[in-house]
Nanobody, 117 residues
Framework: QVQLVESGGGLVQPGGSLRLSCAAS????????MGWYRQAPGKQRELVAG???????NYEDSVKGRFTISRDNTKNTLYLQTDSLKAEDTAVYYC???????????WGQGTQVTVSS
């Protein structure tokens, strides 16, 4: 059974940080690309960041320099370090497995990130 379970979301003030995690099971984690999408209210889901099985990364322009995607293949876990958060980063963040360019084979259930003072 495939499971992608996100954690680490919450409420944070502008300028703050959160570290999102995605624990994977039931998939060949180490050979798959992984990444994060987000969806804000009333907007389409957008690709935030992706990482290849070899560790190459790509980012959406608005998060470059603020967000860092990483993976630990020994723990089958994907991470997204989010720094210097802005109100416009408020969204549900979804972990996925597939390819780093955004092709999705499996979705997580999502974790809410709210940036507000």
């Amino acid at each position: 059974q495939v499971q992608l379970v996100e954690s680490g979301g919450g409420l944070v003030q502008p300028g703050g940080s959160l570290r999102l995690s995605c624990a994977a099971s039931g998939i060949p984690f180490s050979i798959l690309g992984m990444g994060w999408y987000r969806q804000a209210p009333g907007k389409q889901r957008e690709l935030v960041a992706g990482i290849t099985s070899g560790g190459r990364t790509n980012y959406e322009d608005s998060v470059k320099g603020r967000f860092t995607i990483s993976r630990d293949n020994t723990k089958n876990t994907l991470y997204l370090q989010t720094d210097s958060l802005k109100a416009e980063d408020t969204a549900v963040y979804y972990c996925y497995a597939g390819r780093a360019d955004g092709y999705v084979m499996y979705w997580g259930q999502g974790t809410q990130v709210t940036v507000s003072s």
